[in-house]
């Protein structure tokens, strides 16, 4: 008897670091789950807005203060420029299309204020065809948006540097209701901060193109809108 009550005690025992680990192991992958949910469904909080007073294509001064309650993108850009800004633009012009909402608007800062006056703007909005009232064309001092550009962590070049001055990333800041710059995680769950308004040439977003067919930063920053607005 002694004998059977030592087999069965040993038994349970195994049976104990048996099942053990196997419950750890299933409660790692349940929060690896949980937390890849946590990650796709939710946005990381990058900074608040940066302080910001421009006038716009209707020479009304706009503030981040007045862009408060609304979900909102924000773009350096010049209406001269051959290159990258009409991709930006056009990219814009589908998303606000796609996301068709009062709440939602689009601040587009003009690093070429000498030349982007307010009624030079308001030709531009035409041109790109903005419907929204909440589409601000930007412009102000020179000095003023390079240091605001620095404070959103946006490339925009050295105005004393004349092959540089218009130079300006492709980058797009998305901010929320409440004034916070949001951004979604990549697939390594590192926050991506901001999302990219250029084409590309195949469809992961490594290679930009003018005329490129692929815009996956365009799709994402549309999830990414609507999440915002519920």
């Known amino acids: 008897m002694k004998n059977m009550s030592k087999n069965n005690k040993a038994q349970t025992e195994t049976k104990k670091k048996v099942i053990i680990p196997i419950a750890i192991f299933a409660l790692l992958f349940l929060g690896i789950g949980i937390g890849m949910g946590y990650f796709k469904k939710n946005l990381y909080t990058v900074?608040?807005?940066?302080?910001?007073?421009?006038t716009d294509q209707n020479n009304k001064k706009i503030t981040n203060k007045d862009m408060l309650g609304k979900v909102y993108l924000v773009e350096f850009f010049f209406s001269r420029c051959?290159?990258?800004?009409?991709?930006?633009?056009?990219?814009?012009?589908?998303?606000?299309?796609?996301?068709?909402?009062?709440?939602?608007?689009?601040?587009?800062?003009?690093?070429?204020?000498?030349?982007?006056?307010?009624?030079?703007?308001?030709?531009?909005?035409?041109?790109v065809g903005a419907k929204s009232p909440d589409w601000h064309f930007l412009t102000g001092d020179?000095?003023?948006?390079?240091?605001?550009?620095?404070?959103?962590?946006?490339?925009?070049?050295?105005?004393?540097?004349?092959?540089?001055s218009l130079n300006h990333s492709g980058m797009i800041a998305l901010v929320d209701k409440e004034g916070n710059i949001r951004c979604r995680y990549n697939k390594d769950n590192m926050p991506i901060l901001y999302y990219s308004g250029l084409n590309y040439e195949d469809p992961e977003g490594k290679t930009p193109k003018l005329n490129g067919k692929y815009h996956p930063d365009r799709e994402i920053l549309i999830e990414d809108i609507k999440k915002l607005l519920k």
């Open 142 to 164: 020179r000095d003023y948006i390079g240091k605001l550009a620095d404070q959103f962590n946006i490339y925009v070049g050295d105005k004393e540097d004349e092959s540089e």
């Open 82 to 127: 051959p290159t990258i800004c009409p991709v930006m633009n056009r990219n814009m012009r589908f998303i606000e299309d796609e996301v068709n909402s009062p709440e939602f608007g689009i601040v587009s800062i003009s690093i070429d204020p000498e030349n982007d006056t307010p009624a030079a703007l308001k030709e531009h909005a035409k041109r």
């Open 47 to 54: 900074m608040k807005v940066p302080d910001f007073e421009l």
